[in-house]
Nanobody, 119 residues
Framework: QVQLVESGGGLVQAGGSLRLSCAAS????????MDWYRQAPGKQRELVATITSSGDPNYADSVKGRFTISRDNAKNTVYLQMNSLKPEDTAVYYC?????????????WGQGTQVTVSS
């Protein structure tokens, strides 16, 4: 069984910073892509940033230049450093991984962590 535990959300003023962490544990053979998604009230969940197993990142246009995704493969952990936060970044942030368990690959989601940016 695989578990994802997120941490690092909270309340911050516009222009501030937060760092999210998501640690995966369980019978994981390897992790392919690791992502961060977010969902604001009344909106669909959207992809914020993704990082491949080799460390190549990609970002949504709305966060480019402000957010940085990184991963520590030894710890099965993905991070999201969020700088210059804006009120429109307010959402529940979810981490997602695609992991190899024995010979198959599965998708797993974190429980979500609230990020609130006040103006």
């Amino acid at each position: 069984q695989v578990q994802l535990v997120e941490s690092g959300g909270g309340l911050v003023q516009a222009g501030g910073s937060l760092r999210l962490s998501c640690a995966a544990s369980g019978s994981i053979r390897s992790i392919d892509v690791m992502d961060w998604y977010r969902q604001a009230p009344g909106k669909q969940r959207e992809l914020v940033a993704t990082i491949t197993s080799s460390g190549d990142p990609n970002y949504a246009d709305s966060v480019k230049g402000r957010f940085t995704i990184s991963r520590d493969n030894a710890k099965n952990t993905v991070y999201l450093q969020m700088n210059s936060l804006k009120p429109e970044d307010t959402a529940v942030y979810y981490c997602h991984i695609r992991a190899a368990i024995f010979v198959s690959r599965y998708d797993y989601w974190g429980q979500g962590t609230q990020v609130t940016v006040s103006s």
